[in-house]
């Protein structure tokens, strides 16, 4: 059974910093194609940046691209999203993905996405 457990959010400042993790259980991370999604209040889940199952391939939403940096570490099972230069916008509910297969056009969609975490909570906020 595949599991993806984020940890990292919180509360923080405009123009501050924080680090989301994802920890993958039950599947070789190599074999799998990660990407972290948001969701706001009354807002459609976004896919935020997605990286491919070497980390070769990466992908970001325009509005995060130059802040957020998306690694993985298949040895660590783990997928991290460094989020830079927070703005309230950045608010949401993020989530982990995973999907054992890539992306044809390599931007995410919600639709594509086989496995999820529960999601954490990220409040950018003075």
């Known amino acids: 059974q595949v599991q993806l457990v984020e940890s990292g959010g919180g509360l923080v400042q405009p123009g501050g910093s924080l680090r989301l993790t994802c920890v993958i259980s039950g599947f070789p991370l190599d074999h799998l194609y990660i990407a972290w999604f948001r969701q706001a209040p009354g807002k459609e889940r976004e896919g935020v940046s997605y990286?491919?199952?070497?980390?070769?391939?990466?992908y970001y939403k325009t509005s995060v691209k130059d802040r957020f940096i998306i690694s993985r570490d298949n040895a660590q099972n783990t997928v991290h999203l460094q989020m830079n230069s927070l703005k309230p916008e950045d608010t949401a509910i993020y989530y982990c993905?995973?999907?054992?297969?890539?992306?044809?056009?390599?931007?995410?969609?919600?639709?594509?996405?086989?496995?999820w975490g529960l999601g954490i909570q990220v409040t950018v906020s003075s």
């Open positions: 990286i491919n199952n070497n980390g070769d391939y990466t």
């Open positions: 993905a995973g999907v054992d297969r890539p992306l044809r056009d390599g931007r995410p969609h919600h639709s594509n996405f086989d496995y």
